[in-house]
C-alpha cells in the first residue's frame, strides 16, 4: 500500500457510526429536520465537533439532499426515526456502523476544511463472496483509487439500523477535490484489474452517486 495512505485511528473527524438522512430538499438549505435531529443527537449526548455536514446532489435528482451525522458510537435510533416519521415521513434515515477509514495523510486534513465532492457508492454482494469482496476492497481498490487526482478520503460502513425498506448493505463514501466522471482512465484502469474483473460481476445491487457539500453544522 502506499506510503502516503493510513488508517486513522484518531482524528478530530474520526467517528464509530453514522446517521445518514436522505430527502427531496430542494432548496439546498438546511432543513427543519436537519435541525431537529442536530438537537436531538446533542440532547442525547451522541456526536463529534464536527456533528453534521449537508449535501447536495450533482444531477439534481430526487432524493436530492443527503445529510450526515458523524457519531462517536451506534445506538438506538427510534427516537430519531419516530421524529422523521411525524416531521418528514419521506426522508430515508439509516444508521450505518463504520467499516474502515483511509486518508491521504499529505493532504487530508487541510486547511481549507472537508472535501467538496463525495461520492456514494453501495454495493450488495452475496454472503458467501463478502469476506473476499472487503479483502478485495481493503488490499486493492482502495490503493488504486488513492492514485486517482483529487481522490482525499475513503470511508466504509456497514448498515445498522433504518427507516423505511432495507438498503443495500455496504455503503462507501469517498470525499474528492472534483467531480470524477466513469470515463477517467484511473477509474477506467482501477475496474480492469484480475481481481475486480472476478469481484465486480458477483456484487447484487450497485448505486453510485455524486453530491457536492453544502453546509457544516458543528
Same mark, same amino acid.
Given at each position: 500500500?502506499? $506510503?502516503?495512505?493510513?488508517?486513522?485511528?484518531?482524528?478530530?473527524?474520526? +467517528?464509530?457510526?453514522?446517521?445518514?438522512?436522505?430527502?427531496?430538499?430542494?432548496?439546498?438549505?438546511?432543513?427543519?429536520?436537519?435541525?431537529?435531529?442536530?438537537?436531538?443527537?446533542?440532547?442525547?449526548?451522541?456526536?463529534?465537533?464536527?456533528?453534521?455536514?449537508?449535501?447536495?446532489?450533482?444531477?439534481?435528482?430526487?432524493? +436530492?439532499?443527503?445529510?450526515?451525522?458523524?457519531?462517536?458510537?451506534?445506538?438506538?435510533?427510534?427516537?430519531?426515526?419516530?421524529?422523521?416519521?411525524?416531521?418528514?415521513?419521506? /426522508?430515508?434515515?439509516?444508521? /450505518?456502523?463504520?467499516? +474502515?477509514?483511509?486518508?491521504?495523510?499529505?493532504?487530508?486534513?487541510?486547511?481549507?476544511?472537508?472535501?467538496?465532492?463525495?461520492?456514494?457508492?453501495?454495493?450488495? &454482494?452475496?454472503?458467501?463472496?463478502?469476506?473476499?469482496?472487503?479483502?478485495?476492497?481493503?488490499?486493492?481498490?482502495?490503493?488504486?483509487?488513492?492514485? &486517482?487526482?483529487?481522490?482525499?478520503?475513503?470511508?466504509? /460502513?456497514?448498515?445498522?439500523?433504518?427507516?423505511?425498506?432495507?438498503?443495500?448493505?455496504?455503503?462507501?463514501?469517498?470525499?474528492?477535490?472534483?467531480?470524477?466522471? $466513469?470515463?477517467?482512465?484511473?477509474?477506467?484502469?482501477?475496474?480492469?484489474?484480475?481481481?475486480?474483473?472476478?469481484?465486480?460481476?458477483?456484487?447484487?445491487?450497485?448505486?453510485?452517486? $455524486?453530491? $457536492?457539500?453544502?453546509?457544516?453544522?458543528?
Amino acid at each position: 500500500m502506499s $506510503n502516503i495512505l493510513e488508517l486513522l485511528v484518531t482524528s478530530p473527524q474520526m +467517528s464509530q457510526a453514522i446517521l445518514f438522512s436522505l430527502g427531496a430538499n430542494t432548496s439546498g438549505e438546511v432543513s427543519l429536520l436537519d435541525n431537529c435531529l442536530f438537537l436531538l443527537i446533542v440532547l442525547l449526548d451522541i456526536g463529534l465537533p464536527r456533528l453534521a455536514q449537508q449535501y447536495f446532489a450533482v444531477d439534481g435528482e430526487s432524493p +436530492s439532499s443527503l445529510s450526515v451525522y458523524f457519531l462517536d458510537r451506534l445506538y438506538e435510533a427510534e427516537a430519531v426515526f419516530a421524529l422523521a416519521s411525524v416531521t418528514h415521513p419521506e /426522508y430515508d434515515l439509516r444508521t /450505518y456502523k463504520l467499516y +474502515s477509514d483511509t486518508a491521504n495523510n499529505v493532504t487530508y486534513p487541510t486547511s481549507d476544511g472537508i472535501a467538496p465532492v463525495l461520492q456514494v457508492l453501495q454495493i450488495n &454482494i452475496a454472503p458467501d463472496y463478502e469476506a473476499e469482496f472487503n479483502e478485495w476492497y481493503e488490499d486493492e481498490h482502495i490503493n488504486l483509487i488513492s492514485h &486517482i487526482p483529487g481522490w482525499r478520503r475513503t470511508r466504509r /460502513y456497514t448498515v445498522e439500523e433504518y427507516s423505511q425498506e432495507e438498503p443495500i448493505k455496504f455503503l462507501t463514501f469517498h470525499e474528492w477535490t472534483r467531480v470524477v466522471p $466513469n470515463d477517467d482512465p484511473g477509474v477506467i484502469a482501477v475496474g480492469e484489474t484480475e481481481w475486480a474483473q472476478k469481484i465486480i460481476p458477483l456484487f447484487s445491487a450497485l448505486d453510485s452517486r $455524486n453530491y $457536492n457539500l453544502t453546509t457544516e453544522l458543528d
